[in-house]
């Protein structure tokens, strides 16, 4: 499988509902469940070729699915951005599971999240009282802790929201990659390859300014940014007092985690420093470290060592 196929679920919100578009590689009889959550500005399609590899290694006997958190990719935007947060997102996961538990009974539950997508996945993981069809086995948390640096919160605010128009998808690449340099090395096939779902004809923008683009499409004219612009609405509202409360409540589920746990880290991340990833280490699941040398804030998984980290901890 090549491409994946691009779903739906029905989400629950104070102004009337959402929906969550979400990309399913792998067989969808499986009852081996990876979900795969992105980060901050990202979409699902980021993990295309860690996907690819999760079903190689399980050989096929595995569904792999990467939602687009809402304001994002192919998901409805919100219409009051102040809920743009991860207990919105957490609860637009528990529909999604249940969605997919409903299709097809899950018997193992594994969840990979990169950034915002593992601090969803610390409340999916650490909370005990919520509805989760299966309790989380493996989880995967790519460069984040409970203890975000600030620096980092604010070098992100920064950009988010700003970018304009495209003359194409290779002049977004251009632009993204000036913003995403702590990536890591990424060949230009690999940067492009990563780039082009995050842009959108302007021309498939709905009257309210959210992306309805139900197919793959060619643009002869401007490209833009695939998410709400006003997704970092709430982070630019969070205050040093907010901040703490937020890594203290973090911290708590982290600490009551039972998953296997394995822990990603940029050697020179900006967002989650060595302290917190070595207390990490001793708290909680006391997650399993492994460190990629040359990269910052967030590794991609498109390199084969980093991708060879995750599905040896899946499947061994």
Known sequence: MTEPTLHYVACDDAQGGHRMAYWQWGDARSAHVVVCVHGLTRQGRDFDALAQAIVARAGGAVRVVCPDVVGRGRSDWLRDPAFYQVPVYAADMLA???QLHREQPIDALDYVGTSMGGLIGFVLAGHKELPLARPIRRFVANDVGPTIEPAAVQRIGAYVGQAGQFASVQ??????WVLST???PHTQQQWLALSQHMVVPASQRTADGSAKVDADVESDGAWVLHYDPAIGVALRAITPEAAAQG????WSLYDAIEART???RG????LLSRDTALAMMQRGPRAQLVEFDGVGHAPTFVDPAQIAAV?????D
């Open 171 to 176: 002049a977004a690449s251009d632009a993204m």
């Open 182 to 184: 702590t990536f890591g």
């Open 267 to 270: 050697a020179v991340s900006d």
């Open 311 to 315: 599905t040896d901890f899946l499947f």
């Open 262 to 264: 394995l822990l990603t």
């Open 96 to 98: 999604l599971v249940a």
């Open 247 to 250: 890594g203290a409540i973090m």
